[in-house]
């Protein structure tokens, strides 16, 4: 089974500062003005597309009846908007290899 390492700001920061050369400070301004930019954008309703990584698409549901898995009784569930990952094809071969 696979180790679950996980990759944070700190650790992408830490990685402009090592290939880029600007100070820990402004990598981890970049970091988080990226992913700001990102996250208005998603919250404004666009879509966002990383050419070679992904995109991050939303997707309204309507209401749909559900049930209680325990009762049975079923249960109205509300309409809402989400937010899915949809992998670009350079990732996945990318994944597979690994």
């Known amino acids: ?6 990759l944070t700001r700190a650790d992408l920061a830490e990685a402009i ?12 301004g970049m970091v ?17 597309k990383i050419s070679g990584f992904g995109t991050f698409l ?3 549901k309507g209401e749909r009846i559900g049930r209680n898995p325990k009762t049975g009784v079923e249960v109205p569930i509300t ?3 989400v937010l899915t990952f949809r992998a670009s094809q350079m ?3 990318r994944i597979a290899k690994a």
């Open 79 to 81: 309409p809402r908007r």
């Open 32 to 48: 988080e003005s990226i992913l700001n930019h990102m996250s208005d954008a998603l919250e404004g309703g666009e879509n966002v």
């Open 58 to 60: 939303l997707r309204d």
């Open 17 to 28: 500062n090592r290939k880029v050369g600007l100070s820990r400070s402004d990598s981890l």
């Open 1 to 6: 089974m696979r180790s679950m390492n996980t």
């Open 91 to 93: 990732l996945k071969e």
